[in-house]
Nanobody
Framework: QVQLVESGGGLVQAGGSLRLSCAVS?????????MGWYRQAPGKQRELVAS???????NYADSVKGRFTISRDTAKNTVYLQMNNLKREDTAVYYC?????????WGQGTQVTVSS
């Protein structure tokens, strides 16, 4: 059973930084080619923020390009989302995602709130 546990969210002022972590258990992330971060703001649909492959190919939403970076630490079996120069519109619940052939796994989410 694959489990994803996010952490690192919180309240930050605009212009600040946060690093989200997604600790994966039940399977090595080396065997999960694509992993991603999504977010959902109140009243809005869940949207893809960033994704990354084992080969280092990354993809970012236009709204976060140049500010967010997705990365992996295979030794810690953890995926990160470094978020810099945060804006109020980045406020949302952030979810880690691991799509596999068996199932599409999600974490429980971590709240990020950016104040002005």
């Amino acid at each position: 059973q694959v489990q994803l546990v996010e952490s690192g969210g919180g309240l930050v002022q605009a212009g600040g930084s946060l690093r989200l972590s997604c600790a994966v258990s039940g399977r090595s992330i080396i065997t999960i080619n694509v992993m991603g971060w999504y977010r959902q703001a109140p009243g809005k649909q869940r949207e893809l923020v960033a994704s990354g492959t084992n080969g280092g190919i990354t993809n970012y939403a236009d709204s976060v390009k140049g500010r967010f970076t997705i990365s992996r630490d295979t030794a810690k079996n953890t995926v990160y989302l470094q978020m810099n120069n945060l804006k109020r519109e980045d406020t949302a619940v952030y979810y880690c995602n691991a799509p596999t052939g068996r199932a599409n796994y999600w974490g429980q989410g971590t709240q990020v709130t950016v104040s002005s």
